[in-house]
């Protein structure tokens, strides 16, 4: 009987020694197949972004803001049909975090859905169809990562609402900042020095991307 426990035991230990290499194995696989397919959808969709998506240097800047500082409960608003999503989701699956992004006009949230399919990223996003004046108040949070991109009048209104529900460490970054003669843009960077927020842009496309962080 103890000489059967034994050998169960030693077996037990056996396949555990040996499991653990293989899952770890089939991780790094899974994980280079989705690189290599959100690689090749993006190469391939290249040129082909027309509903006011961010620029491809744009997307990378966001990518390595989630993944150079662990960031895993990321917002969007104004999805369009996905392409900074596509960058924070792809991000975000090194992190293993989630995005809910929201947008309000129905076709380019159909599109953005086949486009997050076809890259291998729908599990990393939660898409809502609806106006963020309405869900954003009802979202629970807390959020680590807020990246806006809609309606420009309205940044300042949503960072009042998001600030409380941004974590520390967290950080606040908005779209098209360049423009600060833009209606709503110099109310936005009033509202980001009245709420002590350091805020550095950075200038990788003509747009330009304001981050703002909160102090840890
Ligand atoms: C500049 S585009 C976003 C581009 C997207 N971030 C990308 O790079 O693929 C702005 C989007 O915000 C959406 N939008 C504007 N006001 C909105 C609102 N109140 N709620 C949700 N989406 C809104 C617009 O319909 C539009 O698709």
Not at 4 to 33: D, G, H, K, N, Y
Request: charged share 25%; aromatic share 10%.
């Amino acid at each position: 009987m103890r000489r059967a426990f034994r050998i169960s035991w030693t077996t037990s230990l056996l396949f555990v020694s040996l499991s653990v290499p293989v899952c770890l194995a089939q991780e790094l696989t899974q994980r280079e197949t989705l690189d290599s397919r959100v690689r090749r959808y993006l190469d391939g969709h290249r040129y082909a972004w027309r509903d006011m998506n961010i620029s491809e240097s744009d997307g990378k800047v966001l990518y390595d803001l989630v993944v150079e500082n662990g960031y895993t409960k990321a917002l969007e608003i104004g999805t369009s049909t996905g392409h900074s999503a596509i960058w924070i989701a792809w991000a975000l699956s090194k992190t293993d975090g989630k995005l809910i992004t929201i947008e309000i006009h129905e076709r380019r949230y159909k599109q953005a859905l086949e486009n997050f399919q076809e890259a291998g990223l729908s599990g990393y996003i939660d898409a809502r169809l609806a106006d963020a004046h309405e869900l954003v108040p009802e979202l629970q949070g807390p959020f680590d990562f807020v990246f806006v991109d809609a309606d420009k009048d309205w940044y300042a209104r949503y960072l009042r609402m998001l600030l409380p529900r941004l974590e520390a460490g967290g950080c606040f970054t908005a779209h098209n900042v360049s423009g600060w003669r833009m209606r709503g843009i110099a109310e936005f960077f009033e509202e980001l020095e009245a709420a002590g927020l350091e805020t550095e842009i950075v200038r990788s496309s003509r747009s330009g991307i304001s981050v703002s962080c909160k102090r840890p």
